[in-house]
């Protein structure tokens, strides 16, 4: 009999991907929870869910009791909990408490695993990177403190009530598909402009440090948590690569082959910006996974995705 996944919030971009990565496994029965857009295609077993009511979590446990769940339903943009700071910790958090509660009461074998992210470390020196599990959390705006409470209620949850939790703290990941961050920024101006031999590029602060991972690695690496991660502890999925976001600019002009001229715009400033954001990834190494893609494949990926 195949094992049963289910995936929260699995119309996002993370979501999609890691869907559509187990589907090809053909080991498992897949089942996914959408918010908003219903989600299509090959091994479509997706159900309409709002993590915020439990009566909707509940239900889906209590039919499906899955082996395996993947927590990815969040709100997941800082400058969104800047707009709509209730939304994003009653999601995040909120929303969290439902799916332990209902896991708990009517699935208690269940593995979880749970997208945390970097943002709830806050900022560094240049001088303390990279970060790893055991650093100190101080996020710096309201999307990294709805998620740092998660990742607090993921182990509370373990060791009061012994469930079965494991955390992965996702640093920024990217690739085709995702919409809402510096590549698809870059991208969408490119478009605009795609008939130009010279292409203007409005740009925020390129000098920020970042730790970019491709969005199939990202995916390999919660697959591997699902067999081997251990409960009650928290693994750092991130490349462990320092890069500046003027590096992106780099690549781009390579591969257009065209002229880009850069004007900052003090409109795409972020008012709460980490400067320097970089993972150690060794403990998750340790269960046999390393990242096999870069940043120049990321930045192929979104130039020529349709």
Known sequence: MKKKILITGAEGFIGRKLRKFLIAKKNYKVFSTYYKKKITGLGNNSIKCDVRKIDDIKKIIK????HYIFHLAAKSHPTYS???????LNTNIIGTANLFESVKNYSSKTKIIVACSSAEFGSF?????????KFKKNPEHLYGLSKLVQDLLSLQYFKMFKMNICRAI?????GSGKNFDVFQDFKSQIIKQKKN?????KVGNINNLRDFSHVDDTVTALYLLMQRGKSGESYIISSNKLEKISNILKIIKKQLNKKIIIKKNKNLLRKYDEKFIQGNNNKIRKLGWSPKKNLRDIVKDILNEK
């Open 63 to 66: 039919k499906i009791r899955p």
């Open 82 to 88: 800047f707009k709509f700071p209730l939304d994003t």
């Open 125 to 133: 020196s240049k001088e303390e990177l990279p970060i790893d599990e």
């Open 170 to 174: 996702i640093f920024n990941t990217s």
């Open 197 to 201: 031999k010279t292409i203007l590029l």
